[in-house]
């Protein structure tokens, strides 16, 4: 049965429900909405931070004094119950006196300067990372939201804490928001379903994960979450015999097996099982393993033994089992599981583990305050390490990323719960998103080592760089010096360190190729005035005060923000070059007339004054090759000088070319071929063939020969009859070459005619 025949079956019972003000998940557990509530949780505090937290709270109350929520509570219960889930993780005095303070800054006015005067530093850091920024700087809620999220994240990444008070800030206006207008809340549900929920399973906090996961289904899709909690009801009554029996039968085998266990029954989330509907198209009755048991035991070495209880007990189900103490999840959990058969046939998950194991699957980071005393804490350590090798990547991430948005996008990627486990050569493993390719590994180990890579073995053998990784594969990459990113790896990268990286690399690559270009043109340009480019250098004052004056006029912040501009088309190189000559003029800089008479009269071609560039062949993204002509060497040829898109080159006959040169005629500039050139250059050629047997490979044959090669056909869609025509790119030196080939081919006897794309 799908989720809409079980919605339509349930749906009069489950309608009467929700009118009567019936609520399908089960309550919230109690929450403290008082001062002596929240004393009494903590007892772990000594006497002189009780004090600070009982200022705090008094700061908050006044601050709050008359403010009420949508519920109609007095505001105050709010910041005392996101406290409350903070003393049950046993959190430091700073966090709990952040929590009960956290909407001082936003909401009341109160500045980071009061809280450190009256609390300190540490308690102000902690509140100002959890407040949002002003709406008012920002134009769309969107932009506003991205930069709030970015803040927070990079005060969580320097200080955890920030983000365990946001969960639990964020948990308890999931639990209270009935009161709230249905949009609103829907809004709030979906931000919390695609960011927090995530962040709290990255950093292991597994109970929130559940329930906030659970809290965003009730809200996003009411209907589809009462129905199947009454699914769920009516077969946990179904199935409590087989439940009942399996307990006492696993504890009945490890008394004989002498091993001390806790035994309990755990049930799949509402929102799981509607994860699992969706991702397999099952219905209800096709899932399973609702229901499962966690055995937790006093050491390492009887999880083993367990599982070795287990399988002599039932059927193990080949191949789902799985060692995650071994190998540890992203974010620290350890545990085995096994799926077993039970007595009615039916597959029954076990998970074991030790208690500090317990502690970190359930409390994740948060485990490192609440058991940070216990001697066997060896758990939480990998947790909080696990966790805090996340939080550093974001400060990876921020380090190349300057848009929140972007930042954002690269956050997201991140928090892709499920991961393969790759190794090193040397046998390190290495967690990666599932679908992670050799690319994402390289930058995984080093950037150094990502920016180089030039391909990849699996296993020992050879694969393309964007094969998908699979747990257990032992991966290999292979470097070259003068390797670099390529803009395609953008499209097959899972990982969001690997995402910026890349971005960052091609930005600075395509900044750097800009500035020395416009640096080249406005050298030019000013040439023509028979006046130098001024030094760069910051000790000549001369110099420093002309830049200084140019950019102030042409709107940049500096020197190399005006070259790249100019090298991106943004603005022109000749009309800079005299707003440059005049300010020279008025410093007492006159032109040479040798320099002038060459600048002027060099060239009898079109707009001399910005001279000539030269094209060798190693452009990057600052010029480029048109496509609709593509351009080889002996092409006379001409380039265009878009705006912000960089200079495109198109050969002088080119139709495109021409248009855009009558519809904007002062962005032409003269460029030539260089004499010494870098690479070979890409060619269209049409050849009309005979169909046969063999044509492709006469073809390929004859170009081979004539010392080419074939980088792309086409062949079109039309089936091919008498007659086919077929689309090459060819890899050519120079015309000569081009002529070699077409010539070539004419001899080859199944083609009746080639002759080079024109547009």
């Known amino acids: 049965m799908g989720i809409r025949s079980l919605a339509a079956e349930l749906l009069p019972t489950t309608l009467l429900g929700l009118q009567r003000g019936g609520h399908a998940p089960a309550p919230a557990p109690a929450e403290v909405s008082s001062f002596d509530g929240l004393s009494a949780k903590l007892g772990y505090l000594s006497k002189g931070e009780l004090r600070q937290v009982r200022e705090a709270y008094k700061f908050a109350d006044e601050a709050h004094l008359g403010q009420f929520r949508a519920s109609g509570q007095p505001y105050i219960t709010h910041p005392i119950a996101v406290a409350g889930l903070c003393a049950d993780w046993k959190l430091d005095v700073q966090a709990i006196m952040a929590a009960l303070m956290h909407d001082t800054i936003e909401d009341q006015g109160v500045t980071k300067t009061e809280l450190i005067q009256r609390f300190g530093a540490p308690a102000a850091d902690l509140v100002d990372g959890l407040t949002k920024l002003d709406k008012l700087q920002f134009n769309t809620r969107e932009e506003n939201q991205a930069e709030s999220f970015r803040k927070m994240l990079l005060a969580m990444a320097r200080d955890v804490r920030v983000i365990l008070v946001k969960l639990a800030d964020r948990l308890h206006n999931m639990r209270t928001m009935g009161a709230m207008v249905p949009a609103k809340a829907q809004r709030i549900a979906r931000e919390t379903l695609d960011i927090y929920a995530p962040i709290a399973h990255r950093l292991g906090l597994n109970e929130i994960y559940r329930e906030l996961q659970d809290l965003c289904f009730e809200h996003l899709y009411p209907w589809r979450r009462a129905a199947l909690a009454k699914a769920v009801t009516r077969s946990r009554g179904y199935r409590r015999d087989i439940v009942d029996r399996v307990q006492t039968e696993v504890k009945t085998a490890f008394a004989k097996a002498k091993i001390k266990v806790q035994v309990s029954g755990r049930e799949k989330t509402v929102y799981s099982i509607y994860r699992k509907m969706r991702e397999k198209h099952d219905g209800f009755a096709q899932v399973n393993d609702i229901f499962g048991f966690r055995i937790v035991v006093g050491s390492l070495d009887e999880c083993y033994r367990s599982l070795g209880v287990l399988h002599q007990l039932y059927k193990p189900v080949p191949g789902r089992f799985k060692d995650y103490i071994a190998i540890p999840k992203a974010n620290g959990y350890q545990s085995l599981h096994t799926t077993l058969v039970s007595p009615l046939g039916t597959p029954v998950e076990f998970q074991i583990r030790t208690d500090a194991m317990h502690a970190v699957a359930e409390k994740g980071i948060a485990a490192h305050w609440l058991y940070k005393t216990d001697k066997s804490g060896n758990a939480t350590a990998d947790a909080q390490r696990l966790g805090t090798m996340w939080l550093q990547s974001l400060l990876d991430i921020q380090d190349e990323t300057r848009d929140s948005t972007e930042f954002l996008e690269h956050v997201k990627i991140d928090l892709f719960p499920d991961a393969v486990y790759v190794f090193t050569p040397k046998s390190k493993i290495l967690a990666l998103p599932r679908g992670?390719?050799?690319?994402?590994?390289?930058?995984?180990?080093?950037?150094?080592?990502?920016?180089?890579?030039?391909?990849?073995?699996?296993?020992?053998?050879?694969?393309?760089?964007?094969?998908?990784?699979?747990?257990?594969?032992?991966?290999?990459?292979?470097?070259?010096?003068?390797?670099r990113p390529n803009p395609g790896w953008l499209n097959m990268v899972r990982t969001g360190r690997a995402?910026?990286?890349?971005?960052?690399?091609?930005?600075?690559?395509?900044?750097?190729?800009?500035?020395?270009?416009?640096?080249?043109?406005?050298?030019?340009?000013?040439?023509?005035?028979?006046?130098?480019?001024?030094?760069?250098?910051?000790?000549?004052?001369t110099a420093a005060t002309l830049w200084q004056q140019l950019t102030r006029w042409s709107g940049n912040r500096n020197r190399g923000e005006l070259m790249v501009d100019i090298g991106l088309g943004r603005k022109i190189a000749i009309i800079v070059a005299k707003r440059l000559a005049g300010l020279m003029a008025e410093h007492g800089i006159r032109p040479d007339a040798v320099m002038l008479t060459m600048g002027r009269y060099a060239s009898d071609d079109a707009t001399p004054a910005q001279g000539v560039v030269f094209v060798d062949g190693s452009e990057g993204a600052s010029i480029k090759l048109a496509t609709c002509c593509r351009p080889i060497p002996g092409d006379a040829i001409t380039g265009y000088l878009g705006r912000g898109e960089g200079l495109l080159v198109h050969t002088a006959e080119c139709s495109v070319g021409r248009r855009l040169f009558e519809r904007d005629s002062e962005r032409w500039i003269q460029v030539a071929w260089a004499d010494e050139l870098t690479r070979s250059f890409e060619c269209g050629i049409a050849v009309l063939v005979k169909n046969g047997k063999g044509v492709l490979a006469q073809l390929a044959s004859a170009i081979s020969s004539a010392e080419a090669d074939i980088t792309h056909l086409d062949m079109g869609n039309e089936p091919a009859h008498d007659t086919a025509e077929l689309k090459l790119l060819v890899s050519v030196r120079d015309r000569q070459h081009l002529a070699d080939v077409l010539r070539t081919l004419r001899r080859a006897p199944t083609v009746m005619k080639v002759s080079r794309v024109k547009p």
């Open 436 to 483: 992670a390719t050799p690319v994402d590994f390289a930058y995984a180990i080093h950037s150094d080592v990502g920016d180089h890579t030039v391909a990849a073995r699996v296993n020992g053998e050879p694969v393309a760089l964007r094969t998908e990784l699979k747990s257990g594969d032992v991966v290999e990459v292979i470097t070259a010096p003068g390797a």
């Open 499 to 541: 995402r910026s990286k890349i971005r960052h690399y091609l930005k600075n690559l395509a900044h750097d190729e800009s500035m020395a270009l416009g640096e080249k043109m406005l050298a030019q340009a000013l040439r023509a005035e028979g006046l130098k480019l001024p030094s760069g250098d910051p000790a000549d004052e």
